[in-house]
């Protein structure tokens, strides 16, 4: 799939009405073709911060699901929380970055 094809594929789907949780698998694939990865995956969250949805295309086991979100998600040592309502405040705030 082309650059410019990946585009149209994501317009097409962004113009068919659907909710969000029922259009991101294929927009996530879609994407990929733009932004290569191994996997991807997309979360909802309130206005405090907490995550009320979710979407991945590789989930971990339970267990370790509650062991990230504890040692990322909910620690104060990462703030991943206080960093996400920080970021969707600010007028611009979507980012990108390689670890």
Request: proline fraction near 5%; aromatic fraction near 12%; hydrophobic fraction near 45%.
């Given at each position: 799939m082309?650059q410019?094809?990946a ?6 789907l962004?113009?068919l009405?659907?909710?969000?949780a029922?259009?991101m698998?294929?927009l996530l694939?879609?994407?990929?073709q ?9 979360f909802?969250v ?5 995550m ?9 086991s339970?267990?370790?699901?509650r062991?990230?979100?504890e040692h990322?998600y909910?620690?104060p040592?990462?703030r991943f ?10 007028r ?8």
């Amino acid at each position: 799939m082309t650059q410019t094809s990946a585009l149209v594929e994501i317009r097409q789907l962004c113009q068919l009405g659907l909710d969000a949780a029922t259009i991101m698998p294929a927009l996530l694939r879609a994407l990929r073709q733009l932004i290569p990865s191994d996997s991807a995956g997309f979360f909802w969250v309130d206005e405090a911060g907490d995550m009320i949805d979710l979407f991945a295309e590789k989930l971990l086991s339970p267990l370790l699901m509650r062991r990230y979100f504890e040692h990322y998600y909910d620690s104060p040592e990462h703030r991943f929380r206080e960093k996400f309502v920080e970021r969707a405040a600010r007028r611009d705030n979507v980012i990108s970055f390689t670890p």
